[in-house]
């Protein structure tokens, strides 16, 4: 009987190659934002997946044996989003691991990044330092995890490879940042989905992390070399000990044909040695490795061509929806539940001259400006999805709010109580755009940084 296999991040580079090479071997689960509407392959099934709501990650994740997690650093899916690349993936994987926990997923398979070796977490680039959080989350609900690390895998459409390839097209002359001279172990799109396919149900890879990449040890600027001879391109190419990472970062993005979103922590990156430690080899399997010119030749091959997606349908959202993601260090290891109710008492305290707050016997809260009897904000506790872990409200009502049917405010433990999270999601304020941006945005993370501040203080003194 087919293992049936979920993949988060699906319509990505490395799901569509896996769903491709392995749709015949296993029943796959394909989760997309989306909902499809035509789909030429019947023997994969796609189901639309909002990932950042812990109730439709549950859903999608019925049936499912196995989960392969590819997500990293979402695009937004709001207008607005109010929140670093961390901290989101940080709240998606800890969703992802509480909805895998109560479908009773048997392991999740995570492609995550090679570690440095010479520094220390905490100076680690922050790419990196999330992707060891994300690794973390996923295993923080009990489900055995298999965080596979890379450093870059090369392939058709993979967007570190194609960084290089836009650089050899486009310029005659590199002058190389030092980082180019750091040394990395690149591994072939061909040699990670076999990996990923070896380790899937694999008991001996259980709550483990290994690192994987070809035995070839090369530096940025070798790898740039090698992809200009495999495109005959005559290239000169030498490094220099000036440039600094943020100059880096422009220039990649700029003649790597790359969104400056997706390069900067990218480059952080770079930065590090990432080679693969003897210790957390990938030894399940014997691999013939290819090396990095083999690996360029496939991914530049132009018979290399997926199958199509499917149609997904053209959904009308509403326009100018918010998410907005702090997060707090919770020292003290306070409850969700307890910064909740903090934050209830603390907000009307701090505007005692313009907000008061009204709570009901069942815990639902409305914020009052002034003398305004309409509240500016409502706010229904759901008992039954909250726990002292979590607390969730949905956004039912105020003058500040357009829409009443969709949007929450959610307080959560994340890495076993280490930090505390407090996030929007789906926000419709009754503003018009540019007016909310330029007003309503910037005091919410204003007023989110005071709590934030309060809450350290009050931990201080108690």
């Known amino acids: 009987m087919k293992k049936t296999v979920a993949i988060a991040g699906a319509g990505g580079y490395i799901g569509r190659w896996f769903i491709h090479h392995f749709r015949d071997k296993y029943k796959i689960i394909a989760l997309s934002r989306r909902e499809a509407v035509e789909n ?6 796609w189901r639309k997946v909002e990932l950042f709501s812990i109730t439709s990650t549950i859903e999608a994740l019925k049936g499912v044996d196995y989960a392969v997690y590819l997500i990293h650093s979402m695009s937004a899916s709001t207008r607005l989003n109010q929140g670093s690349f961390e901290d989101t993936d940080l709240l998606l994987a800890d969703n992802f691991a509480r909805a895998a926990s109560a479908n009773r997923i048997k392991q999740i398979v995570y492609l995550g990044g090679i570690l440095p070796k010479e520094v220390g977490i905490q100076k680690m680039s922050k790419h990196l330092k999330s992707r060891l959080e994300v690794e973390e989350a996923l295993a923080s609900q009990g489900i055995p995890v298999t965080s596979l690390r890379a450093g870059i895998i090369v392939g058709p459409g993979g967007s570190s490879f194609e960084m290089i390839h836009h650089l050899i097209d486009r310029l005659p002359v590199l002058i190389c940042p030092k980082w180019t001279l750091s040394q990395t ?3 072939s799109l061909r040699d990670t989905l076999t990996i990923m396919d070896a380790s899937i149900g694999n008991e001996s890879l259980y709550h483990r992390a290994v690192e994987i990449g070809a035995p070839e040890v090369l530096t940025y600027k070798s790898m740039l070399e090698i992809t200009a001879k495999v495109m005959d391109k005559k290239r000169w190419i030498f490094s220099v000990p000036v440039f600094s ?5 422009l220039w990649v993005s700029y003649f790597g044909n790359t969104p400056a979103k997706l390069v900067s922590p990218l480059v952080e990156s770079l930065k590090h040695t990432l080679t693969v430690s003897d210790n957390l080899r990938f030894r399940s399997k014997e691999i013939d490795y290819l090396n990095f010119e083999g690996s360029v ?9 997926l199958t199509d997606l499917p149609r997904f349908k053209r959904e009308k959202g ?3 929806t918010v998410r907005s993601i702090q997060r707090f260090p919770n020292t003290r290891h306070r409850s969700a539940l307890w910064v909740a109710n903090r934050y209830k008492v603390w907000l009307p305290t ?3 001259f313009l907000i008061n707050a009204k709570e009901t016997s069942r815990g639902d809260i409305g914020f009052y400006l002034l003398g ?18 979590r607390q969730l409200f949905y956004i039912t009502g105020g003058w500040l709010v357009k829409r009443f049917d969709y949007g929450w405010l959610e307080f959560r433990e994340v ?5 505390m999270i407090s996030a929007i999601h789906e926000f419709v304020p009754r503003l018009p755009w540019l007016l909310y941006v330029n007003t309503q945005a910037k005091l919410h993370l204003w007023v989110m940084n005071r709590f934030k501040k309060y809450l350290e203080k009050y931990k201080s003194e108690v």
């Open 40 to 45: 030429s392959d019947p023997d994969v099934e």
């Open 185 to 187: 172990q690149a591994i």
């Open 245 to 249: 990472v943020g100059l880096s970062k």
């Open 297 to 305: 030749q496939e991914a530049l091959d132009p018979e290399k061509k």
């Open 318 to 320: 509403i326009r100018n």
């Open 350 to 352: 701090f505007f005692s």
């Open 372 to 389: 305004i009897k309409k509240p500016m904000l409502q706010l229904t506790w759901i008992p039954d999805r909250s726990d002292i872990k």
């Open 415 to 419: 890495l076993d109580g280490k930090y």
